[in-house]
């Protein structure tokens, strides 16, 4: 197995836990088909891509078993399992797929608690790494509390199918509710170059030790533009892509990537982002696109 530990943007200790991860990680909702929804076209092509992801250093996988519904966990056991050691594994609940492909709440105790056994059984675990809840709308954080739905994790967690647990599209205010119920490791939101709303929760969270994980770290639904982004990666001689996850990784050191992709050669561009020095005169001319952004 070839070792790029140094090279995936260094490590992260969830504080707390004793649980190290490479920075560079890999999100699995691209193994799913189109929209999320059923099989990919080349399920051997999805394993050899997660296969390749570890053997190249990743050793933390995002993933729901709302993917597909339970396609990509269903992959992610044929490809890794028995599980290396080391590995870490973290799923989300509190969504559900509706037979028109949307994308439905899934709060209540019942649905939490089969969530959490659809995730172990089609991993095929006895217990789940990190479980994050997922509350909020598509894109951001939605108001309210979320203490009733965590409670639900938290007995779960008490009971050993949970070691550890995270929110996801969460307010700072949320997670100060959030961690009066249960200790928090990782807090996973919208952000990215252009998408700095949550610039000041992310230095909060490195002062505590707790892990953000940006979700849409390329743009979301459709991938950053922007005329700032490729003048940089021109200069670097690199893609806009990859400057983008570069630029993540210099913004924080609690900031983990979970770029997902289905194409081995893209999985290569995303890892080689993490050998990406950006010196500062640059890194302050992608400031600016965030700073354009929240005028």
């Known amino acids: 197995m070839t070792n790029r530990t140094a090279t995936l943007g260094g490590s992260f200790t969830?504080?707390?836990?004793?649980?190290?991860?490479?920075?560079?990680?890999?999100?699995?909702?691209?193994?799913?088909?189109?929209?999320v929804w059923g099989p990919p076209r080349d399920v051997d092509a999805a394993v050899a891509v997660l296969?390749?992801?570890?053997?190249?250093?990743?050793?933390?996988?995002?993933t729901s078993d709302f993917y597909g519904p339970h396609v990509t966990n269903q992959i992610i056991r044929r490809a890794l399992h028995p599980y290396p050691d080391g590995l870490v594994i973290v799923t989300k609940v509190g969504a559900r797929r509706g037979e028109d492909k949307s994308w439905l709440h899934a709060l209540s105790r019942q649905e939490l608690i089969d969530g959490v056994h659809d995730n172990l059984?089609?991993?095929?675990?006895?217990?789940?790494d990190v479980v994050n809840l997922?509350?909020?709308?598509?894109?951001?954080?939605?108001?309210?509390?979320?203490?009733e739905p965590l409670t639900v994790l938290a007995e779960l967690k008490n009971q050993g199918l949970i070691r550890h647990l995270g929110v996801s599209n969460v307010s700072p205010a949320q997670l100060a509710e959030a961690q009066t119920i249960a200790e928090i490791v990782c807090v996973q939101?919208?952000?990215?170059?252009?998408?700095?709303?949550?610039?000041?929760?992310?230095?909060?969270?490195?002062?505590?030790?707790?892990?953000y994980v940006p979700f849409f770290p390329l743009?979301?639904?459709?991938?950053?533009?922007?005329?700032?982004?490729d003048r940089v990666a021109t200069e670097l001689e690199a893609t806009p892509m990859q400057v983008a996850l570069a630029w993540l990784l210099h913004r924080s050191?609690?900031?983990?990537?979970?770029?997902?992709?289905?194409s081995l050669a893209h999985?290569?561009?995303?890892?080689?982002?993490?050998?990406?020095?950006?010196?500062?005169?640059?890194?302050?001319?992608?400031?600016m696109i965030g700073a354009a952004k929240l005028q």
């Open 14 to 35: 969830f504080a707390g836990t004793g649980i190290t991860v490479n920075r560079m990680g890999y999100g699995a909702m691209q193994l799913a088909g189109p929209q």
């Open 51 to 62: 296969r390749e992801a570890v053997a190249a250093g990743v050793n933390h996988i995002d």
């Open 121 to 128: 059984r089609n991993l095929g675990v006895d217990a789940l």
């Open 134 to 147: 997922r509350v909020g709308g598509m894109m951001g954080p939605s108001d309210g509390s979320l203490a």
């Open 189 to 211: 939101n919208f952000y990215n170059v252009a998408q700095r709303e949550d610039d000041a929760f992310i230095d909060d969270l490195a002062g505590q030790g707790i892990a």
């Open 219 to 229: 743009g979301g639904f459709s991938p950053l533009q922007s005329g700032i982004l």
């Open 253 to 262: 050191p609690n900031i983990l990537l979970i770029a997902g992709t289905s």
């Open 267 to 287: 999985l290569g561009e995303n890892l080689k982002a993490a050998e990406i020095e950006i010196p500062a005169q640059l890194l302050a001319e992608l400031d």
